[in-house]
């Protein structure tokens, strides 16, 4: 039985967190997350780029009531930037999420709202978000059907009238194997294998080309877990760049 299909952002994801998850090149960083008796979730999260000495982090915090379905999430950045976010889900009808993400910049105060809305179901994955900033509306539909998925992916500016995003996806998920291929705007085709070979190892392929450019970008990534708390990362390009990651989880929770 199919169940509900990824959002279009999310498809091929597997294959992109082997190539993106459990390395920092130049850059040493940080995640804790707790949680507090009264539900309330704290994510905090540092980094400091050993070239530059810069150091950035944020501190978010989450609460959920989940018997009204709605969610709450603030971020604060050292960027100074305040982000929030309310959701409600699953209350007009089953599958239905709306969301009112707005950002706020004290320094400059420059203010951004975002209306996001997304339904999904068996079979189909739609969401439609209005960026107030233009507007711009972002819509996306996946669909599924016996492991094969279908998707489009659009932004349409209403101050110039243009469509600014023209996207198309096809892929296959299958267990531990899942296929993913792409078209951006007709000139970048994109496409990755991902593969679970066994509970300790996971391999990902990815390929992209530009059209009316003979430039051919391929990748090669594993991760290998090497116990239930440590991990293993590693990549190599077509243009020879190695990459190597180690990942330790201290402690859950």
């Known amino acids: 039985t199919m169940a509900v299909p990824p959002s279009y952002s999310d498809l091929g994801k597997a294959a992109k967190d082997i190539f993106s998850k459990g390395y920092g090149f130049g850059v040493v960083k940080l995640d804790l997350k707790t949680k507090s008796q009264s539900g309330v979730e704290f994510n905090t999260s540092g980094s400091s780029n050993t070239d530059t000495g810069k150091a950035s982090g944020s501190l978010e915090t ?16 050292t960027d100074n930037t305040l982000a929030t976010e309310v959701t409600v889900e699953d209350q007009l009808t ?15 105060g420059k203010k951004s709202g975002k209306l996001k809305t ?85 391999t990902a392929v990815t390929l992209a ?21 440590a991990s293993l990362s590693a990549k190599v390009n077509n243009a020879s760049l190695i990459g190597v990651g180690y990942t330790q989880s201290l402690r859950p929770g």
């Not at 989450?62 to 950045?77: A, C, D, P, T, V």
């Open 62 to 77: 989450k609460y959920k009531m989940k018997e009204l379905g709605l969610s709450f999430n603030q971020k604060w950045n």
């Open 118 to 202: 997304g339904y999904k179901r068996d079979f189909v994955n739609l969401g439609c978000d209005v960026d107030f900033e233009g507007p711009i509306i972002h819509a996306a539909a996946v669909l599924g059907y016996e492991g094969w998925l279908a998707g489009y992916q659009m932004a349409f500016d209403t101050a110039k009238s243009k469509l600014a995003q023209n996207n198309f996806a096809l892929g296959y998920r299958a267990g531990d194997f899942q296929l993913h291929t792409n078209v951006n705007d007709g000139t970048e085709f994109g496409g990755s294998i991902y593969q679970k070979v066994n509970d300790e190892l996971e």
């Open 209 to 229: 080309w530009t059209a009316g450019s003979n430039n051919t970008r391929f990748g090669i990534a594993a991760k290998y877990k090497l116990d239930k708390d």
């Open 94 to 108: 089953q599958g239905l999420k709306v969301a009112l993400d707005t950002s706020f910049v004290p320094n400059t």
